[in-house]
């Protein structure tokens, strides 16, 4: 295995900030404990001091030298006692060699070592405690730069990290498959997380990516579903599945929607069909130089024709686009950028603002597509009981939508199909690899339920 | 389903207090999220309120008025924005009635219901903050009283919670078992903790109790192995798997230990044997009025004579009881309280010390056991290096040690078995139902493995 580019990512993020000389120095997250309990959280690692050091553990520090561009570990010191209960550590010039750092140091002598390298500014994060600093070197730090540096290092994801976050995606695939395969009616949705979950730890995840929605039928409505606790009810009604495990610190965050029957329902099917169509338009359009806002537009308009088609809208399509009516079937943003973060940073950079319109205004990234860049594609349409009220009560926008053929497609719940992509110089890197064609999904539930 | 005792809960922790007067005021814990960033661990309510509310979600608090016995629960309010994301809540007058208590309002109404009450004292726990309090209650509080009293209402577990503590218990039981079934050689460590993961979650409960362990042969001689993620190397070794779900926030700890093969090796065999018959002297002595470090040197005692029988150990019985010699080979506790927190509270009341000699030096609870304590039960035995050097450098333990024998039996790594019990007025209900004798175990793993 090779070694951890941190000197590489080190370097990127001291040619954002621009300057020729002075320090970096970053910590790592430490372990957090329940209150009044000695039971730990699952430690997650600080994703700017994973970026730069590729330690996942807690307790380390890291610097860096711009002028010679050294780039120095500090490791946890682990007591024999504690090597007892813990297992005895890899030595200092191991996590040296593994983590390509110049040098290592154990976190105690990180006072001295910094003062040795008598830097004129120290660069740090906002949220990075000054402990063990010299009073001169905390004099000399600065907050402010550094953050933004790190972010533009990691919008751009070197082949390391995009085949990191390809593996990502393979494994939690894979688990999205066997949950069409496995998945039977009446079974809970706590079943559906608890099958996804322990597969990804299986293929090697260290754990989700985020909080995992198994939706069943209508709480596919609920955007932010949790709860995960509902037995799925009926043949007729759909699951969907949004739920990405995290491998060594890279998020994968993919959605599925699919029947819990062997066919989808004509309403689930109608609506099923008009969200693929909106994200293989997206995906047939994502490439460099293109704005993310627009690929959100383009997804509302194929959304506006299919739901005109279906009579669910109505009038012309410019009044529909004009009034953001699609918003109120989808308010969620396109996608966002991913990466060490499920929602990675960088998506506003410059100062760039939301627009307060429906929908666009939930949009994660308003910025030009670039090779490298990491984007969820991420569609949706649902039927949001007070989302639909509001519509009703707005004389803009109730005047396009048939509230008759929303009650009859109420039932739907709501669809969504995610993928991850890179954009490349030519156009985009699908992550993704789990089925979603209405045919594929139709033979995989079909060839499982005769089982 | 019947209400939450949170009335009756409120009621022991006062009685506990000895007051009559004033008020018991705590609070819920809230989301945290990674820092730079909108990713939230997964929520564990704070295990104090829990008890007194039963409620699981963040946001929440709950006050109680001693002298007439109202209890009165605050409820985080949600907007119509929010549950748009995550769903319309419950209202107030069902979370009352779904908790037992005799009063809901949201949270915004702590400050103007607690002045109503007007309470000469407000009971609250150390690590709450006074928010929202007046001035004048604010200078009431006493953050020393409540937390001992709400302990040792929670050492003395009541009919419901016995009742889900089986059920954390029987989910986990049958992850284990599934484990004996499924698992084969050359499969991952990660493989028997994801598939652990999944199936309890799938059970239904909400998360891992405490962070597991599947330490394939000579890694279960590193005490807390939670990297889980070597290959299970070789059929003469075994696997150490100590993992247990958290069921409606009560935890079980369960550990087996089985061969990768079919059969245990005789070292293996051997070993787990003294460990067994540790578990089972133990478990019989269980019963109200022993004393609970009794039961660690009752495991210590028939250790002892299992590694003499074995010829590890040598020398006469009462010098190695005398010097702690098995401390050398068992270097933790026989066990620890559980409840709502894995290592639950109370295990050391007014006062009492720890006894600071190997092993016993870390026994978590040192009192007399009464019914309706729950504890685990979980001797084991290790063959660590660091520490048998220690061993051998102490020359009051080394004598009775047989080093040459040590060295053949270094491969075995560790054995642990780990049951969860409560005290009943005659003896003890073991709530962990998995497999554990040599026997069940072979027959399990030879059938499994014939597939």
């Known amino acids: 295995m090779s070694a951890y580019p941190a000197k590489h990512h ?35 690692q600080d994703s ?25 570990l500090f490791v946890r ?56 600093l010299s009073t001169a070197l905390e004099l000399a730090v600065d907050r402010a730069q550094l953050l933004p540096a790190v972010h533009e290092a990691r919008v751009f994801k070197d082949d390391a990290e995009i085949e990191i976050m390809r593996k990502a995606n393979r494994i939690s695939s894979d688990a999205h498959l066997e949950l069409m395969k496995q998945i039977r009616g009446k079974m809970n949705e706590a079943e559906v997380r608890g099958r ?29 579903y949790t709860a995960n606790n509902q037995p799925l009810a009926s043949d007729d009604e759909m699951i969907l599945v949004d739920a990405g495990g995290t491998y060594q610190c890279y998020a994968s965050d993919i959605t599925r929607t699919w029947p819990i029957g062997p066919a989808f329902t004509p309403e689930c099917r109608a609506i099923y069909q008009i969200v693929l169509d909106m994200q293989l338009a997206v995906l047939a359009a994502c490439a460099p130089h293109r704005q993310w806002e627009d690929m959100h537009q383009l997804a509302s308009r194929v959304a506006a024709e299919g739901l005109l088609r279906l009579g669910i809208l109505k009038g012309d399509l410019d009044g529909i686009m004009a009034n953001y009516v699609v918003g109120y079937f989808m308010p969620h943003g396109i996608g966002h950028l991913i990466g060490i973060d499920t929602h990675d940073v960088g998506g506003y950079p410059q100062g760039g603002e939301r627009i307060n319109r429906p929908g666009v205004r939930y949009l994660r ?15 949706g349409l649902y039927f949001v009981d007070a989302i639909l009220a509001d ?9 396009f939508i048939d509230f008759d053929k929303v009650a009859a ?40 339920l005769r089982v």
Chains 1, 2 share one sequence.
């Open 10 to 44: 080190f370097a990127k993020a001291a040619a954002n900030l621009g300057a020729s000389a002075g320090a970096i120095f970053v910590r790592g997250g430490e372990t957090i404990v329940h209150p009044d309990s000695d039971t730990e959280y699952d430690f997650h």
């Open 48 to 72: 700017n001091f994973y970026y730069l050091s590729g330690i996942a553990e807690p307790g380390f520090a890291a610097a860096y030298d711009i002028a010679t561009g050294t780039a120095i």
């Open 77 to 132: 010191h682990v007591s024999a006692d504690e090597a007892v209960w813990i297992g005895v550590p890899p030595a200092l010039e191991d996590y040296r060699r593994s983590h390509g750092f110049d040098e290592a140091h154990y976190v105690h002598d990180v006072g001295a070592v910094l003062d040795a390298l008598k830097p004129t500014v120290v660069y740090m994060l906002p949220h990075h405690a000054a402990d063990q």
């Open 196 to 224: 996804f979950v322990g597969m990804v730890l299986a293929g090697g995840c260290s754990y989700e990516a985020y909080g995992s929605i198994a939706a069943g039928g209508r709480n596919a409505a609920v955007l932010h």
């Open 365 to 379: 990234a308003r910025r030009e597509m670039l090779p490298r860049m990491a984007f969820t594609v991420e569609p």
């Open 391 to 399: 519509a009703k009560a707005d004389p803009a926008v109730a005047p």
């Open 409 to 448: 497609y109420r039932k739907v719940g709501g669809v969504r199909v995610e993928d991850n992509i890179v954009i490349t110089e030519s156009g985009h890197d699908n992550l993704t690899t789990c089925p979603k064609s209405i045919a594929d999904i139709e033979a995989i539930r079909s060839a499982a």
